[in-house]
């Protein structure tokens, strides 16, 4: 077993533990809890607030509704999704086929399928960001567990992730 995957198992083992515990009141990343009231107190004052506050909570409500899948490997770099002929983005007609919507080229492979998985990982971190913070503005549990699991999920497959650069290069 390699170094990085050792302790990446170890790291996902701590996490685990501390996870799977009842969040704590005084445990914060993005904020505090002067921030989070701040925050509250704002949106009950401003529309633009209050809109930005609606808009983070129906994000994770729809992260919470969505099943959760943590791919197998890792991602790619999204401007390698463009056509070669054109230069101009595909689109994702499924994981493994993708479109050029000028010439109707089709590609396959990576570094192509690759960048679809580079956004699951986008998705996965902003709905893990935005299940904390949902749990401290709501106090719903839930959104608290989605985050752990995503965080889980990451702890425990991460460490078998291919180390690789922009170029496809691997990274030791």
Known sequence: MKRRELIAGGAAALLAGRLRAAPKP???LLTDQA???????KAARQPWAKAALDDLLAGAERALAA??????RGGQWPHWYSCKKDGVTLETVTPTEH???R???VYRGDPYDAVVLYHVHTRNARAARDMGLAYRFTGRAE???RAAEI???Y???YGTYRLHNVRDEEKI
């Open 26 to 28: 005084g445990n914060y």
């Open 35 to 41: 921030g989070i009231d701040a925050a509250k107190q």
């Open 67 to 72: 099943p959760l899948t943590i791919p197998e």
């Open 99 to 101: 479109r050029c919507p």
């Open 103 to 105: 010439c109707g080229e």
């Open 143 to 145: 959104f608290a567990g």
């Open 151 to 153: 965080l889980l999920g």
């Open 155 to 157: 702890a425990a497959r």
